[in-house]
T-cell receptor
Framework: RKEVEQDPGPFNVPEGATVAFNCTYSNSASQSFFWYRQDCRKEPKLLMSVYSSGNEDGRFTAQLNRASQYISLLIRDSKLSDSATYLCVVNIARAGGGNKLTFGTGTQLKVEL | NAGVTQTPKFQVLKTGQSMTLQCAQDMNHEYMSWYRQDPGMGLRLIHYSVGAGITDQGEVPNGYNVSRSTTEDFPLRLLSAAPSQTSVYFC??????????????FGPGTRLLVL
């Protein structure tokens, strides 16, 4: 089983729709979780951090379910500009200090007119 | 602030050639990392550094060397390029190990093709 698993998509949704992605992780010792956004041929950029049960920022909501070991990202009122690949990232503290970040392969979202 | 910068943006190498990918950050971050990104795979950690003079191996270190002589710079050296090293390389920095410090700031990437 992969450490971090995501449905690659693509998710094709009309503008204004609500869309949700799930990400599952295998290591129960994972401490913090992140969603990054990556535009085509660009670098990943942080979208949201999740340290407890969830986080909300405008149209974006992230939820963490530790019992089932998954994180979700909900995007409401989708915009054309939301079209991108969304990377799920899981963090485990290293024994000698620092963080071990494991990246999912990403879920591609295409928002259409 | 320029953030994280990488050079070159693109590079074509022949098998067996060596080269250095440059990375610099101006945010005074302690932690720096090199990742490679290949189709169908998540970003994979090559090497990382928790401070000047300290480096360690990541998930896929073979064929690469790093050094960290200053806080700002973290070059990645390909010793003898192989076609399997064709990839997009991202350098990233973060403030430290604590909660809220793990956010990775990525450079724009270097696209490498090894023939």
């Amino acid at each position: 089983r992969k450490e971090v698993e995501q449905d690659p998509g693509p998710f094709n949704v009309p503008e204004g729709a609500t869309v949700a992605f799930n990400c599952t992780y295998s290591n129960s010792a994972s401490q913090s979780f992140f969603w990054y956004r990556q535009d085509c041929r660009k670098e990943p950029k942080l979208l949201m951090s999740v340290y407890s049960s969830g986080n909300e920022d405008g149209r974006f909501t992230a939820q963490l379910n530790r019992a089932s070991q998954y994180i979700s990202l909900l995007i409401r009122d989708s915009k054309l500009s939301d079209s991108a690949t969304y990377l799920c990232v899981v963090n485990i503290a290293r024994a000698g200090g620092g963080n071990k970040l494991t990246f999912g392969t990403g879920t591609q979202l295409k928002v259409e007119l | 602030n320029a953030g994280v910068t990488q050079t070159p943006k693109f590079q074509v190498l022949k098998t067996g050639q060596s080269m250095t990918l440059q990375c610099a950050q101006d945010m005074n971050h302690e932690y720096m990392s090199w990742y490679r990104q290949d189709p169908g795979m998540g970003l994979r950690l090559i090497h990382y550094s928790v401070g000047a003079g300290i480096t360690d191996q990541g998930e896929v270190p073979n064929g690469y060397n790093v050094s960290r002589s200053t806080t700002e710079d973290f070059p990645l050296r390909l010793l003898s390029a192989a076609p399997s090293q064709t990839s997009v390389y991202f350098c990233a920095s973060s403030a430290g190990p604590g909660f809220g410090q793990e956010t990775q700031y990525f450079g724009p990437g270097t696209r490498l093709l090894v023939l």
